[in-house]
Each structure stands twice: as C-alpha cells, then as structure tokens.
C-alpha cells in the first residue's frame, strides 16, 4: 500500500486531544501506536490513516463543531426516518468526524488508563496494553478474539512459532 502523505510528529495530535478535553501529561505514543495495532490487526490501517489526514486537516477550534453537525444530522434524521441505516446518508467524510470522539478515548484511555479508574476491577499499570485493549478494541477484533501479546527477543524457532500462531489467530 502507497501513502499519499505521512504526517509528522504528534504535537498537532496532542492539540487537537487537548482542545476537545483530553489530559495529556507528556506523550500519546503508546495510546496512538495500541490504536495503530489494532487498525493494523483488524485491516483496517487505510481508515485509521485517513482518520489521521481528516484530524490534522481541521483546527483543533472546529473539530468539535464538525462532529456536532454530523451528530445533529443524524438526529434530524432519526426522527423522520427510523429504518434507513445511518451509513446510507453520510459521507466517508462524516463516517470518518463520528468515529474521531471514540478514537480519541481509545488513544487517551491506552495512554494513561489510571485517568479512568472506574472502568478497571484493579488498578492497571501504566499504559498497559493488556488491560485497556478489550475496552477498547474495534468491533471487528471483539468478533474475531482476544488480542494476543509478544515482546522480545526470539530465536528462529521462536519466531516461526510464534508467527504461526498469530496467522492462525487471524
């Protein structure tokens, strides 16, 4: 797959996550690259990029404007007609504005998962992948199964286990 762009840096990012409400204390690595993984798992790495062209193309000021008048014309909508599905009257764009608020939750609760106590039996540890990922893992990754976890160094059999196993996962 060819990009047409790559954007850099996250301090646009870290604006726009701040003017809608999100505290961010230093970084949004770890809570934009678990979002990445998990687009990247469900096959969905193209939305989750387009997302990111859509956020950095509207000033961090609008954005919240943008998504209330797709929010507003989805309940005009629902009042006059209950059957249609939403999807057939909104654009890629407007899909791509409704779907920022709870992209936006996914990087913040990845980040700093100890901001929201409320949603954890126990405590999670910092940024902890493992705890977060089934609160906020897509709909597509709830129906396939549990995210499975690796890090370190393997050697050649290790490697080719491992990798078996997570073609046959997806």
């Known amino acids: 797959m060819q990009r047409s762009s790559i954007l850099t840096g996250q301090k646009w990012l870290k604006d726009h996550l701040k003017t ?80 920022i608020p709870p992209f936006m939750d996914g990087i913040s609760l990845y980040q700093n998962p100890n901001d929201y106590p409320q949603l954890f039996e126990t405590k999670p540890a910092r940024q902890d992948f493992k705890a977060v990922a089934p609160l906020v893992r897509s709909q597509h990754l709830g129906e396939v199964g549990k995210i499975s976890l690796f890090s370190g160094a393997y050697d050649t059999a290790s490697l080719e286990k491992y990798l078996d196993g997570l073609e046959r996962s997806l």
């Open 20 to 99: 809608q409400g999100y505290k961010i204390d230093k970084g949004i690595c770890f809570g934009l690259s678990s979002m990445a993984m998990q687009a990247m798992l469900s096959n969905d790495l193209e939305k989750f990029d387009a997302r990111l062209r859509l956020i950095h193309s509207i000033s961090p000021d609008q954005l919240s404007e943008r998504i209330k008048e797709v929010n507003n014309k989805i309940v005009v909508f629902r009042k006059s007609d209950q059957l249609t599905p939403i999807d057939e009257i909104l654009s890629d764009e407007e899909r791509l504005l409704i779907s």
